[in-house]
């Protein structure tokens, strides 16, 4: 009996604890992924995809825990962001509208920050409708967010909050919302985010598969980036 016990140790136990030793921290502080299971976010990730999350983009935190070891930078106006909600501790993915001081609002699908409008280039819909399976007539155009040009989708036959505000993020605090704007439990309705709970920012997609099709890979969705360039 004691034989086995080492030699289990030995072969199975002890392999998985030193990996878990290894890649723990540094999943947990350093480099980390975040499977998405909803459209809040469309065009720019889709359901079932595998995005990485960039832990040391703005600090580096005790492993398993939120608690900041330093700090050398703030999430961006633009950047897509790993929190965890306020409201039930549920880890989400939304991208960075406002920053702390900034007055948000927005008026039939438009954000305007601090009073000021922000424009939009509207995009042929056809490319995006395989991927948009809930709506038939998905409204796609990029968003010039201050440096940050992004794609963002309204879906017109759908009842949502589509005025909103004005609302001063308060100090320490962003103000984040989905991609698929009529699709988003989003700070419209959760609040601001605290800096504390924001563990990373999103540089692009990894892997995709699709739910609606047996879940068979999107191989042209792999490596999609958070942010556009053919504006």
């Given at each position: 009996?004691?034989?086995?016990?080492?030699?289990?140790?030995?072969?199975?136990?002890r392999?998985?604890?030193?990996?878990f030793l290894i890649v723990g921290p540094?999943?947990?502080?350093?480099?980390?992924?975040?499977w998405v299971p909803t459209g809040s976010m469309k065009p720019s990730i889709l359901e079932g995809e595998l995005v990485a999350v960039n832990k040391l983009a703005y600090d580096l935190k005790v492993p398993f825990t939120t608690e900041h070891l330093a700090t050398w930078g703030n999430p961006a106006r633009g950047d897509v962001i790993v929190f965890y909600s306020p409201e039930d501790g549920t880890r989400l993915v939304k991208r960075v509208v406002g920053l702390p001081g900034d007055t948000v609002e927005l008026r039939n699908e438009t954000v305007y920050l601090n009073g000021v409008a922000q424009q939009y280039s509207l995009k042929d819909a056809d490319p995006f409708r395989h991927d948009v399976f809930e709506d038939n007539?998905?409204?796609?155009a990029v968003e010039h967010l201050g440096k940050c040009d992004h794609y963002v989708m309204a879906l017109p036959n759908r009842s949502a909050l589509r005025?909103?505000?004005p609302s001063v993020v308060t100090p320490d605090h962003y103000f984040v919302m989905g991609d698929s704007r009529d699709n988003s439990k989003d700070?419209?309705?959760?609040?601001?985010?605290?800096r504390g709970k924001?563990?990373?920012r999103v540089p692009g997609v990894v892997l995709s598969f699709d739910p609606s099709r047996y879940y068979l890979p999107r191989w042209r969705r792999?490596?999609?980036?958070m942010t556009v360039n053919d504006t």
């Open positions: 009996m004691k034989n086995t016990v080492k030699r289990a140790w030995r072969e199975w136990l392999p998985f604890v030193l990996a540094l999943k947990s502080a350093v480099a980390d992924w975040n007539e998905p409204v796609v005025t909103f505000g700070s419209r309705f959760i609040g601001s985010i605290p924001i563990l990373g792999i490596f999609e980036r």
